[in-house]
């Protein structure tokens, strides 16, 4: 972008020289105001060099009268300021930052915080540089937060243990915004050396640290606020929220393919407290974003629930800029990076907006839903392949546990829309001392199993909610230590569906009776596919046909599967390690 101090900036904004590009007669979002007003937009060097006054007697230059070399006409159109996410991991698109870009850009979305603590988690620093290399090649700003919780706890084994030391030359390039969300909020109040030198870190280096609470109220949030971390993008009730703003936090309001918070946080947003929320999809699979959109669907369900369309726009682009001190971002107005779309709605309602073309830097990037140029992803090295090493002697004996008849189990379950668990208690069916599946009772056994070569330990349980009758499904995404997760009524499909994932070097895949129904290959790293992004989404739509065929009705049943194993969401988990309490935050037993 040209400085904005330059002189021949300062001409074209003054109407002494012609600008790049104006798009005129629309009627821009003012997210300083929330207001829609008519005007035009002057663009010159990748910036905004004027936003004038249209169709009224102003007194001054008027649209007609703006010289530039291009011209676009936005008439009965609106001018949004370019979408940012506030938190995103990339990874849980299953695509690199280049395909991930040509999947959210064309809704609007011109900017990305990611945490690439998924990637991080199964191949450590190199892998969080890969990340970086891959998003420089993109036509969108992408920006990053160091991964703080490499493992997520000690109660999940990951490929690499990240410490201060191995964040601190991240540091050292501009991109890297924030420490990135500390998710062991119990340790980090407990006053963990090692936890908090990393808050220090980032503090120190960028003076925020995003924050992970689900839950966490009274002196525990006081102490976990005290310690540095300023966002929360895990609450669950409106009154969480309030009281995390009036701790101070800036809260992310959260609306991903498992988690969805929209409905219950809207209701805490007015008109003197918006600036401390933003909007953030956190995990989203490609097939939600390519049926439904990406930040530009969040807006519309929040319209369809009575919200005002320009506030939501606010805290989908000023307010994450703001947080995040990226002050040349976020807003339609002079001097401003010209990151911007054009749309349209029917009538004025925001629930139908509809993202007409694009712009990054001024220059057009996306249009009618297409981006106007793919760009490739950058060489896959060695290194991110073959990520899936299964324990030796691994069987469908390995998901044997044993278990005593008529003494109630511990039951993980699954709450639809949500990655908080219930912690339940259930009789389980036991058959000569080993815990069997109970499908009357849609109790599955879940297990996660260690695939890093790291020990090979596998941790089963059970779970409720899948509601399959038969069958099993399997994921090398599970978060955050991305070992392999597989949920089922039948061991044997279980054990099929895992070899096939290590097979294909990760990925995901649906088992019945010893044959695969549906698979997505994910080559790197067990995470990302190295197809397009149209493959990935027809292949998420083939195996969500093949789960409700074997009985399920979740709506992204591979969403909630993979947060079956973080142990630090509440309440109740399985990771490789075993069964988790983590309001207890200890390993525990299935029966006691």
């Known amino acids: 972008m040209i400085a904005r101090t330059d002189p021949e900036f300062l001409r074209v904004a ?16 003012d997210v300083f105001t929330r207001q829609i007003r008519p005007a035009s937009v002057l663009i010159f060097g990748g910036r905004i060099a004027a936003v004038l006054p249209t169709g009224i007697d102003t007194g001054i230059d008027t649209g007609i009268d703006i010289a530039a070399r291009e011209r676009v006409d936005a008439s009965g159109r609106i001018i949004l300021p370019g979408f940012i996410d506030a938190h995103i991991h990339i990874e849980s698109t299953m695509l690199p930052p280049s395909a991930c870009a040509e999947l959210v850009v064309p809704h609007g979305t011109t900017g990305l915080v990611a945490d690439p603590h998924e990637i991080a988690n199964v191949c450590g620093i190199p892998g969080i540089r890969w990340m970086m290399a891959d998003a420089a090649n993109t036509p969108m700003r992408i920006w990053f937060t160091a991964s703080s919780c490499v493992p997520a706890s000690s109660m999940e084994t990951a490929n690499a243990v990240l410490e201060r030391a191995d964040l601190e030359p991240l540091f050292d390039d501009p991109r890297v915004i924030a420490l ?18 990393k808050i220090g870190l980032g503090l120190e280096r960028r003076g925020r640290v995003d924050g992970h609470a689900p839950g966490l109220r009274g002196r525990s949030l006081q102490a976990y606020v005290a310690a540095g971390p300023s966002s929360d993008h895990e609450c669950f009730t409106a009154d969480e929220a309030i009281e995390k703003i009036s701790a101070g936090q800036r809260v992310f309001i959260r609306e991903g393919s498992a988690a969805r918070n929209l409905a219950a946080l809207l209701p805490a947003v007015t ?37 005002d369309g320009p506030t939501a726009v606010a805290m989908s682009s000023l307010h994450v800029a703001e947080h995040f001190g990226l002050h040349e971002y976020g807003a339609i107005a002079p001097g401003m990076a010209a990151d911007l779309s ?27 839903g297409q981006c106007v140029q793919r760009v490739a992803t950058i060489d896959i090295p060695s290194f991110l392949r073959k990520t899936v090493h299964l324990p030796s002697g691994f069987s469908e004996k390995s998901f044997a546990l044993a278990a005593k008849e008529n003494l109630p189990a511990r039951v993980v379950g699954i709450i639809p829309g949500q ?23 849609d109790l599955l056994i879940l297990a996660s199993i ?21 069958g099993a499904i399997a994921s090398t995404v599970g978060h955050d230590a991305h070992n392999l997760s597989v949920a089922g009524v039948d061991p044997l499909d279980m054990f099929v569906a895992a070899q096939r994932l290590a097979e294909i070097g990760g990925g995901q895949c649906i088992v019945q009776g010893g044959k695969i129904l549906a698979e997505l290959p994910l080559a790197i790293a067990g995470l990302l596919s190295d197809q397009t992004p149209d493959s990935v989404a027809k292949s998420q739509h083939a195996m969500q046909k ?18 079956l194993p973080l142990s630090v969401i509440p309440h ?21």
């Open 14 to 29: 003054r109407g002494d020289a012609p600008g790049d590009l104006v798009i005129e007669n629309g009627m821009i979002v």
């Open 180 to 197: 990135a969300e500390m998710m062991n909020f119990p340790g980090t109040i407990a006053g963990d050396t090692a936890l908090l030198a």
């Open 271 to 307: 008109q003197a407290n918006a600036h401390r929320f933003c909007l953030c999809t956190d995990d989203v699979h490609a097939c939600e974003v390519a049926d439904d959109g990406h930040l530009d669907r969040v807006i519309r369900r929040a319209a369809a629930m009575g919200f």
């Open 342 to 368: 054009i749309a349209q709605t029917k009538s004025g309602n925001w629930s139908d907006l509809k993202i007409d073309a694009t712009f990054v830097g001024g220059r057009l990037i996306a249009e009618s």
């Open 419 to 441: 990655i908080v668990t219930a912690s339940k208690r259930e009789v389980p069916r036991v058959v000569d001392g080993v815990l069997h599946a109970d499908v009357t009772r």
């Open 450 to 470: 260690e695939r890093h070569g790291r020990g090979g330990k596998i941790g089963v349980g059970l779970v409720q909610g899948f509601g399959l009758r038969s």
């Open 546 to 563: 093949a789960y409700e065929l074997l009985g399920g009705s979740l709506s992204d049943p591979f969403m909630q599967l993979a947060f």
């Open 572 to 592: 109740l988990k399985v990771s490789d390690c075993g069964i988790i309490d983590v309001d207890a935050f200890r390993i525990v037993s299935l029966q006691d």
